[in-house]
């Protein structure tokens, strides 16, 4: 059965999952398909949604992780980092109409 594009009413909605803590302690999470804000949750339990921006000016411990050139997106709020969902396109080259 294939994992479906929206979340139903029925179903939990989908998680980020972890990929990395950086030294800093920051987190770097695999972003869930079409994800356009933050799904962190702080200490009572309470999630960000934290909108989720393409970030360029990211330090050295994210390029040598991850390449000098990669597609990093970061929360508004809590500056969690997020990489790009596997399934969509990359959004690094020129815009497309």
């Not at 000098?68 to 969509?88: D, G, Q, S, V």
Request: hydrophobic share 30%.
């Amino acid at each position: 059965m294939s994992t479906p594009k929206f979340p139903l009413p029925d179903h939990p909605a989908p998680v980020s999952e972890l990929v990395d803590t950086l030294s800093d302690g920051t987190k770097v999470k695999r972003r869930v398909l079409r994800q356009r804000a933050c799904n962190e949750k702080d200490e009572k339990g309470k999630v960000c949604a934290g909108h989720l921006k393409r970030w360029y000016f990211f330090g050295d411990d994210v390029k040598q992780k991850f390449g000098p050139e990669a597609e990093i997106y970061r929360c508004e709020n809590c500056k969690t980092l997020y990489l790009p969902n596997l399934e969509e396109e990359p959004r690094s080259g020129t815009l497309r109409w």
